[in-house]
């Protein structure tokens, strides 16, 4: 029996639109500016020495926009830049400039579930904190008592089974009690090879014949049996 639910973002909880076409270039069209006005900033600080470090030299500030720049550019899975991507869309969030992107099939059930009893987590590639700015700042409101909690890439990569085998290590539930939803295959066959279950949210995409996991278009087509009492 599932005991608890762990979902995936952009493109399963959030649109993939909201997060490419208006989080991603928030924060680059903001990194300079938010940079310089903030370099006293403990995290800013703390954000700095983590890019040094990854790209193993010591980076004047203007060297390192352009290296955060290059690795947005790219898509890249970097903490760091993770991070920075948090405390910018802080910014905007709180200048009432971004408002969080969430399905409205996605609100309902997990409003549901919660109230049914499984324990609600959040895994994506963002980081914990730009996570928990998008689920306190959409239309429904502050939906972040839903959630037991929330990993990043601190926890691994998204890809890897080892990431999912840390979480169950730290949710302490059986792997075949936890469910992972995502529309990536990648992330599911990585969640699938550590014990989980899995469903594949298609949302927009067409069905993948011969996948190994249970595919819905959209929250409402998932059933899970509700906790008994």
């Given at each position: 029996m599932i005991k608890a639910i762990i979902t995936d973002i952009e493109g399963t909880t959030s649109s993939l639109s909201f997060v490419k076409d208006e989080l991603f270039p928030y924060a680059r069209a903001h990194v300079g500016e938010f940079l310089h006005a903030n370099t006293n900033n403990e995290n800013v600080i703390n954000i700095l020495d983590a890019v040094n470090t990854h790209v193993g030299k010591t980076l004047s500030l203007d060297e390192a926009i352009d290296q955060l720049i290059a690795w947005m550019d790219n898509d890249e899975k970097i903490t760091p830049l993770k991070a920075l991507q948090g405390l910018i869309w802080e910014?905007?969030?709180?200048?009432?400039?971004?408002?969080?992107?969430?399905?409205?099939?996605?609100?309902?059930?997990?409003?549901?579930?919660?109230?049914?009893?499984?324990?609600?987590?959040?895994?994506?590639?963002?980081?914990?904190?730009?996570?928990?700015?998008?689920?306190?700042?959409?239309?429904?409101?502050?939906?972040?008592?839903?959630?037991?909690?929330?990993?990043?890439?601190?926890?691994?990569?998204?890809?890897?089974?080892?990431?999912?085998?840390?979480?169950?290590?730290?949710?302490?539930?059986?792997?075949?009690?936890?469910?992972?939803?995502?529309?990536?295959?990648?992330?599911?066959?990585a969640a699938q090879a550590a014990g989980l279950q899995t469903i594949w949210l298609t949302r927009d995409q067409a069905p993948q014949a011969g996948a190994t996991h249970w595919q819905v278009r959209d929250f409402d087509s998932i059933e899970v049996e509700p906790i008994s009492e």
């Open positions: 910014s905007g969030y709180l200048r009432g400039e971004l408002t969080g992107h969430l399905y409205s099939d996605a609100i309902h059930n997990l409003q549901t579930w919660k109230a049914q009893g499984f324990d609600l987590y959040v895994y994506s590639s963002g980081s914990v904190y730009a996570q928990k700015l998008l689920f306190s700042h959409t239309e429904a409101g502050d939906l972040t008592p839903l959630f037991s909690g929330y990993f990043d890439t601190n926890i691994g990569s998204k890809q890897d089974s080892n990431s999912y085998e840390n979480i169950v290590a730290h949710i302490g539930l059986p792997p075949e009690q936890l469910l992972f939803l995502s529309d990536i295959e990648a992330e599911l066959n």
